[in-house]
Structures are given as structure tokens and as C-alpha cells.
């Protein structure tokens, strides 16, 4: 169903019979008869337009086809089957026409249920009750059952010990012996866990994982890596544009609390208005994990994901960010040099176009994004007894916590983190709380955008 997406129900419907004549010509190939004649000789099938049939009709004339030809029911797999409602999250488009057409596709499957041997679904998104399977509602959901919860990726000991020659090849390519190899390539490319953490092993993404093991072959390729770090290939095979079409919306990733268990095994979406995270969470986005006291808490998957998901929203912005602006970004907050820190951002921000840093939002995004790039300890939206502060970075010797202001003052940002007592939840600890108020001054037609600050010291351990 990859191919299939559409922005109106005529065009779904006309993509549907698309991939629907690609298989009635595969099966003709195969030397079956599908029912209906190739248009030439290369064996291609094209459904006739007069009279039209609809996209169910044909699935049905070839399950009774096949089901003739081999006396056996066939077996039916369906390969993203939610790619036509994911191409409409976020967007402001009427979807139940859209879903009219598919319940109609897919209830066939439930009206074929005694000539199917069995049907197979897989996608990754939870739209099971979306009203798209309201008919078709014999489905059983294996997504987060322990049982399957290594079905979609390679665990630790498949690796190990089915692709160990060619592990063993890129350790002697790199110089690095098979056990700092291993932790390079777990870091990168493993962490995803399809069920509850502490009773699912966390898989490798096999995708990810075999282009990197064949780079791995080639010496002078993994050579490379030393400057432009481990390959980023998820977006090749898990494209975040609707994730980054909801951020850019005014949604924040990585909420310092993961929402109840109920809430990420949702699958009430609704089209038109989606929540951030659910989707996040079950599209691999982000993973669920659990800490040493049994508490749950969300992050990413591995560092490819938070690499790839930032810099693919930092490129909507025409601004991705190079490792030594990062770096430096990094050390002045590390070094409580806040006015390092605004130097390098305001020459950061200058490179990004003014209509896309018109509300504190926006730059709050760019600040957010910035953090999961250096891979520092943070939290957006910390909610608290006072209200939320927009942001906290935890350093071993300090806390930043954070206040944004657009067009406003630091004072007005430095008065709500002490009026709202924002961070007062690490008082009492090993680590400095600062308070940081940043205010973003709106440019004009000929001044860029610029920054203020301001900054106070509001614990400090004894």
C-alpha cells in the first residue's frame, strides 16, 4: 500500500487499482489466469475503465481466481496498510471520504474470511479503531505481545552470531577490537523494544544494520566515519515528514513524563487533530524505557533516529547545524557561559529565514532540537507545582532551567521562573540550579533576529 496515498478519494481509488493490476500482471507472469487479458506482450494487465469496477470488486475476482487455480485458499499479507490515512496526519484535509474508500476496500477481507486462509496486516501506526476496521473487526493485534516482540528486527545474539564474519571484517577495518565495535554499532542502530520494556528484548533495525555491515566491508569507506560520523540511513526506510509536519505545529517531543500506557497503545486516532506522542512511540520514534527504580520514561530509540528526526527538522528550517557549532554550544552551557552560549546561537539563527522564527515557539523548536543534537541531559514543557518551565539541562555540577520570551524582556522570563518556582524540585541536591531567561528580539527588514539574557544563581548546595 506504499503507493498508494492520495489527497482525495478519486485519486486512492485510481491508485488502489494501480497496485491492484501490478498483481493481477505478477500472477499472469506466473502463468495464472487472472480473469482478464494483458494489453501487450510483456504480460502488463490494465483494468478496462468501462464498466468501472471497484478497487474491493477486483481483490475479490482475484482471491477466486487463485483459490480455483491452486484448490487451496489463498493467503493475503497487506504491507502498510495505514499509508494513506499517515500521508494525511497533521493535514488540514477532510479524511472520511478518504477512509469511505478504504473500509470499502479492506471490509472485502472480512466478506472473503471463509475462502482466506489467513490475512496478515502490518503497518506502523495503531488505526485499529479509526473506524476503518469497524467491519472488518476479527483482526487480533500482535503489536505489543511478547511473544512477537522480536518478529521485526535482529536481537543481540542473531548478530552476534550469524553476522559475526563480517562484524569481525569492520572491527579489523576500524582498528577497534569486536567488543568496541559491538558498542559503536548497539549505540547507533539498536534500542527499539515492540513491547513492555521489561520483558521484551530491544532489537536492531536490520535495515540500518545491513547497509552499515556492508560499509563495513569496504575499508576504505568505514574510514570516513571518523570525520562524518556513523551513516544515518532510517529516513531511507522510516520517513519522518508527518512526524515533523505535527512538530512544527507546536508539538514537543520527549515529554519529561511518558503519558499513561493506555495513551501510547492508542489507536483512536483521529486524523485531523493527532497527539504528538502515541504516534511517536509506535512508529519507533521513540521508546519506551525503565529506570533503576521501575519508573517508565521515553527517549529514543539509538542515535540514529535522534540524529536523523533533528537534522530532517532542522532542514525544513534550510539550517542544519554543523559538529562544531554544536560542540561549542555545548561547552558554553557546560561552562555557564551564557554569553557564549547566545553568541553562537544568534549567529545560528541568523542563517535560518525570519517567517520561520515568528513566535517564541519556533525558536523554543530550534533550542529543543539543538539539545538532542548535543545529546545533553534535558526535558521541554517541565510541568511543576508552579506551572511549566519551558526547558531544563542537567549538567553534572548544574541545572540550567530555562524561560523564553519573544518581543517581551529577560526580566519578564527571569520574574516567571522565580514567581512559578521552576526547578525548586532539585533543591536540596549535589548541583547548582540556574535560572537562564532568554528573550528573542524579532528582527526587521534590515536587523535579524537577536538574543538577550539574563541569568541568576537560584540554589546553590552547601
Known amino acids: 500500500m506504499a503507493n498508494t496515498p492520495a489527497d482525495a478519494p478519486e485519486g486512492l481509488k485510481a491508485n488502489l487499482l494501480e497496485m491492484l493490476g501490478n498483481q493481477y500482471t505478477m500472477w499472469h507472469r506466473r502463468g495464472i489466469n487472472v480473469g482478464l487479458e494483458p494489453v501487450n506482450e510483456s504480460g502488463v494487465v490494465k483494468f478496462p475503465t468501462d464498466p468501472a469496477v471497484s478497487p474491493a470488486q477486483r481483490l475479490e475476482d482475484l482471491v477466486v481466481q487463485l483459490k480455483t487455480r491452486y484448490g487451496a485458499n489463498p493467503v493475503v499479507l497487506v504491507d502498510e496498510y495505514d499509508a494513506p490515512l499517515v500521508h494525511l496526519l497533521g493535514k488540514d484535509a477532510g479524511s472520511e471520504s478518504i477512509l469511505d474508500v478504504l473500509r470499502n476496500f479492506y471490509v472485502k477481507l472480512k466478506s472473503l474470511?471463509?475462502?482466506?486462509?489467513?490475512v496478515f496486516v502490518a503497518g506502523i501506526t495503531r488505526f485499529a479503531r479509526v473506524s476503518l476496521f469497524s467491519a472488518f473487526n476479527n483482526l487480533r493485534d500482535i503489536s505489543w505481545e511478547p511473544a512477537y516482540a522480536t518478529l521485526c528486527g535482529f536481537t543481540e545474539q542473531e548478530v552476534r552470531t550469524a553476522l559475526h564474519p563480517r562484524l569481525a571484517k569492520g572491527a579489523a577495518h576500524l582498528d577497534l577490537s569486536l567488543e568496541m565495535l559491538m558498542d559503536k554499532v548497539r549505540r547507533h542502530y539498536n534500542g527499539y523494544c515492540f513491547g513492555f520494556p521489561d520483558d521484551s528484548e530491544r532489537v536492531y533495525n536490520p535495515f540500518t544494520l545491513a547497509c552499515c555491515l556492508?560499509?563495513?566491508?569496504?575499508?576504505?569507506?568505514?574510514?570516513?566515519?571518523?570525520?562524518?560520523?556513523w551513516p544515518n540511513r532510517w529516513a531511507a526506510s522510516g520517513n519522518p515528514i508527518f512526524l515533523i509536519r505535527l512538530m512544527?505545529?507546536?508539538?514537543y517531543p520527549l515529554p519529561a513524563d511518558p503519558p499513561p500506557w493506555e495513551s501510547l497503545m492508542d489507536t483512536t486516532h483521529s486524523l485531523d487533530t493527532v497527539e504528538f506522542v502515541p504516534p511517536m512511540f509506535q512508529t519507533g520514534y521513540y521508546a519506551l524505557r525503565q529506570d533503576t527504580d521501575g519508573d517508565l520514561y521515553l527517549?529514543?530509540?539509538n542515535d540514529e533516529v535522534r540524529q536523523t528526526y533533528s537534522h530532517a527538522w532542522l532542514k525544513t528550517h534550510r539550517r542544519p547545524p554543523n559538529?562544531?557549532?554544536l560542540q561549542t554550544m555545548h561547552q558554553a552551557l557546560a561552562g555557564e557561559d551564557h554569553q557564549g552560549f547566545c553568541d553562537v546561537l544568534h549567529t545560528f539563527l541568523a542563517g535560518i529565514p525570519g517567517e520561520k522564527l515568528c513566535r517564541e515557539t519556533d525558536c523554543h523548536l530550534v533550542l529543543h532540537v539543538l539539545c538532542q543534537?548535543?545529546?545533553?541531559?534535558?526535558?521541554?514543557?517541565?510541568?511543576?507545582?508552579?506551572?511549566?518551565s519551558d526547558m531544563e539541562i542537567l549538567f553534572p555540577e548544574h541545572v540550567c532551567v530555562m524561560e523564553f520570551k519573544y518581543g517581551e524582556s529577560t526580566d519578564s522570563a527571569l520574574n516567571q521562573i522565580q514567581s512559578h518556582d521552576y526547578g525548586r524540585r532539585h533543591f536540596g541536591g549535589t548541583r547548582k540550579v540556574v535560572a537562564l531567561g532568554l528573550n528573542f528580539v524579532p528582527g526587521t527588514e534590515t536587523d535579524p533576529l537577536a538574543i538577550e539574557y539574563a541569568a541568576c544563581v537560584r540554589y546553590q548546595p552547601d
Open 214 to 229: 556492508r560499509d563495513l566491508q569496504d575499508r576504505s569507506q568505514v574510514r570516513r566515519w571518523a570525520v562524518t560520523g
Open 248 to 251: 512544527k505545529q507546536g508539538q
Open 373 to 388: 543534537l548535543m545529546q545533553v541531559a534535558f526535558h521541554s514543557e517541565v510541568h511543576q507545582g508552579g506551572g511549566r
Open 323 to 325: 559538529p562544531r557549532t
Open 299 to 301: 527517549d529514543y530509540p
Open 113 to 118: 474470511e471463509s475462502d482466506l486462509n489467513f
